[in-house]
């Protein structure tokens, strides 16, 4: 089975060096606090949870069929 891509070889974002998702947390960047998905800082879990999980094809992909 292929290596689960991170978030930021998925969607490409461009930012992973100023992202505090990288490069440990690529796989769960919805867990960390303030990313830069989408060119803004996000908050914490809590805060962007809605945003990861109705706007995020990586979320959305790593969640399919779960
Ligand atoms: S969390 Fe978002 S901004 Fe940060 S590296 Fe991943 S895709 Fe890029």
């Given at each position: 089975m292929a290596a689960r891509q991170n978030c930021w070889e998925s969607l490409?974002?461009?930012?992973e060096k100023e992202c505090p998702a990288y490069p440990n947390f690529?796989?769960?960047?919805?867990?960390?606090?303030g990313t830069l998905c989408n060119g803004k800082k996000q908050g914490g879990y809590l805060e962007k949870a809605n945003e990861c999980r109705d706007r995020c094809s990586f979320y959305k992909e790593m969640f399919a069929n779960k």
């Open positions: 490409r974002c461009g930012k690529g796989k769960t960047c919805f867990s960390v606090k």
